[in-house]
């Protein structure tokens, strides 16, 4: 932070300088959280106290030193001198980085978070509203800077007042810099639209429809970072979570939170989050699968644990002996207690032991009708007693979630009861195993199965809940699957990324609505973002063509970026020509991504490599050339993609379900896009 008006004046030279300041104080950060370390094992607190004190400390001093290399800031404000325009910011300017750095933390800051409030104005300044920024600074970097001054190639000025259009040189290059290995934040480029949606409140749950190339997961990425600096203390107290749809995905995005000073943010995909140290060893075929994730199976699952619960037939009362006298429950209060706690609904564990609570207090009374001094450690005893626990486990008997559901897929009646009037008789059969296991502890159990054992572990007792989740790829969510999230997040609040015109399960969203209905927030915003950055217009205008006919209702992209290059190359030998575009794209910079169907990706490695070219698989995200099936594309970037034989993609899945396949890999391309076929094209050769 400096004072007015210095900034046009400022060289190249003053600038590395500044940073080569901002270093030192980096370092001087580091040893002081070290030292501080050391301080706090010797701090005279108690010893809780101590604990989170130097659990603290130790955080602090970690998340320092893992900070990944890089510049340290990536812009620069300079207000006007008008205080009637910039208020308190009049006659200062700031750096913009990825942290807070500072000399001293009394002192002001050498560099500004990007997250601070000031800082919004880097991002939201323009002619409708300069914001009192008289000039915005972008600086320039050498392509994988690690944070050397003498890295620092350029900078560029913008006077927000006078603009007409957003961004320069230096902003449409970062923009459009080819990629190889993870995926990188985007805090020096976040657009307006974006910016809006990161800096929600932590109470507002945003569901965002973006289509590709419009930076949907960078914002949610983005908004977790946010949400952890302005809310700390809220989010670190309940935790944040990222849910993605695969683990490839999950390590695509890995590097963007650590790179924004954010770490030990958990990852997963939903069914490492139901599944935890199962592995599935089953397999469902198609209509059991279908019926798994259908919503319906949530009444199914509630009627097949609470059918364990019996409030009819109760014959004997409950009798229990304390020091003074015998204490009798009735029959008919026992029936009147479990079927008023049955029709209450709690969790089923929690209903358990309210039913003994009550028991408890129906003796209790009798016991203060006598006299008798009531005391806790009495309660406690009273509600242990064997009778006690004896008729719990009758009429309200403890269950294990694979014990019902073991129950419900072996034995028919048990399924009908349960499924009546829900599921009819061949689905019924669909879910019934043709082999029953010997027990449900030697059960295998499938994917889908654990969604379902997660369901009935819900109605058992509440899981462990998040503050905030992100949700990317939620478009492809079951309802069932929807359900685990929103068991997560019930006191807390979402960000739901996705595209429904990228949706490719079976069970695929065709709306927004109803998934946010079964993800537990009816009521959350939905945006829209349609501007694209990274996709080239050409690449956009051809997926477009496919929109009509992926059975979705979604706007149509549009992109500001007029480069890049789309070439369609018909032919009668698909994989010489795959051949051909891959040692072509090797004459340019950038990552290169083969997309064919997963029947011929074999076909095609074999040919790349006996033409010399190293591939990898799309886990190995630092390839220069990687083959992957159209089935594991999604969310993944490559500055140069070669789809393979269209129609052999499409023709791999049933319905628009093959389209919207073929719709995420057109739009992989984040530069250059070859289309090579020797079949007829499954979309129209022209828009419209």
Request: aromatic share 6%; charged share 25%.
């Amino acid at each position: 932070m400096g004072t007015a008006h210095t900034l046009a004046a400022t060289s190249l030279a003053d600038e590395r300088r500044y940073h080569e300041t901002c270093r030192a104080a980096l370092d001087a950060m580091r040893a002081g959280a070290d030292r501080q370390v050391v301080i706090g094992e010797h701090a005279s607190a108690s010893g809780a106290d101590a604990e989170v004190l130097g659990y603290e400390l130790r955080s602090q001093a970690k998340d320092l030193h893992e900070l990944p290399p890089g510049p340290l800031f990536f812009g620069r404000l300079d207000f006007a001198d008008d205080a009637g325009r910039a208020g308190d910011h009049a006659g200062q300017h700031y750096h913009i980085g990825r942290m807070r750095i500072t000399e001293d933390p009394s002192a002001p800051p050498l560099v500004v978070d990007w997250r601070a409030p000031v800082s919004r104005a880097f991002y939201q300044a323009g002619p409708e509203d300069p914001q009192g920024v008289e000039i915005r600074r972008r600086f320039g970097w050498a392509p994988g800077a690690t944070g050397d001054s003498g890295e620092l190639t350029g900078l560029e000025d913008e006077r927000p007042a006078a603009e007409t259009t957003r961004g320069g040189r230096i902003l449409t290059g970062e923009i459009e810099r080819p990629r190889t290995g993870p995926m990188r934040d985007i805090a020096a480029t976040i657009q307006p639209d974006q910016d809006d949606l990161v800096r929600r409140e932590l109470g507002v749950s945003v569901c965002v429809q973006g289509a590709p190339g419009t930076g949907k997961t960078a914002v949610g990425l983005h908004r977790a970072a946010y949400l952890l600096y302005t809310y700390a203390r809220q989010i670190r107290r309940g935790g944040l979570l990222v849910l993605g749809p695969n683990r490839t995905f999950l390590s695509y995005i890995s590097a963007v939170l650590p790179a924004l000073g954010e770490t030990g943010v958990r990852q997963s995909t939903v069914g490492e989050l139901v599944a935890g140290e199962r592995q599935a060893g089953a397999e469902d075929g198609a209509a059991a699968a279908a019926l798994k994730h259908d919503v319906r199976m949530a009444e199914v699952l509630r009627r097949a644990l609470y059918a364990r619960v019996s409030a009819d037939g109760i014959s004997e009362g409950v009798a229990v002996r304390d020091d003074s006298a015998w204490w009798r429950v009735p029959p008919a209060e026992l029936a009147e207690i479990v079927a008023g706690v049955r029709d209450e609904r709690p969790p089923y564990a929690i209903g358990r032991e309210r039913v003994r609570s009550r028991i408890v207090d129906r003796i209790q009374r009798q016991a203060e009708r006598r006299a008798v001094t009531i005391t806790a450690a009495w309660a406690q005893r009273v509600g242990r007693a064997r009778p006690i626990g004896a008729f719990l486990d009758a009429a309200w008997p403890k269950v294990k979630p694979a014990e019902v559901l073991a129950a419900l897929f072996t034995d028919a009646g048990v399924l009908a009861r349960a499924a009546h009037g829900i599921l009819d008789a061949g689905e019924q059969r669909a879910l019934l195993w043709a082999k029953p296991p010997r027990s449900f502890t030697s059960a295998k159990w499938s994917a889908a199965d654990h969604v379902l054992l997660d369901e009935l572990s819900g109605l058992l007792d509440r899981p462990e809940g998040y503050g905030h989740i992100v949700v990317d790829e939620a478009q492809d969510l079951s309802p069932m699957e929807a359900r685990v999230i929103a068991r997560r997040a019930e006191f807390g609040s979402l960000t739901v990324l996705g595209d429904l015109a990228q949706g490719t399960t079976p069970w695929a969203a065709r709306d927004w609505p109803s998934l946010l209905a079964h993800l537990g927030r009816p009521d959350a915003e939905i945006a829209t973002l349609t501007t694209g950055f990274r996709v080239p217009a050409a690449v956009v205008d051809l997926a477009n063509r496919l929109l009509g006919h992926l059975d979705v209702d979604v706007p149509a992209a549009r992109s500001l970026r007029q480069d890049g290059a789309l070439r369609i190359l018909p032919t009668p030998d698909v994989l010489a020509a795959t051949r051909d575009a891959v040692r072509q794209a090797l004459s340019s910079e950038g990552s290169i991504g083969v997309v064919a169907a997963a029947a011929d990706v074999d076909r095609v490695r074999a040919v790349l490599e006996e033409a010399g070219i190293v591939t990898a698989g799309p886990d190995d995200l630092a390839a220069r050339v990687t083959v992957l099936p159209a089935t594991a594309a999604k969310g993944l970037e490559y500055d140069h993609v070669v789809a393979v034989e269209p129609a052999a993609i499409t023709g791999a899945e049933d319905g628009p379900t093959g389209l919207r396949r073929l719709y995420v890999v057109l739009t992989r391309a984040v530069s250059r896009l070859d289309v090579v076929h020797s079949r007829p094209l499954p979309f129209p050769a022209k828009a419209g």
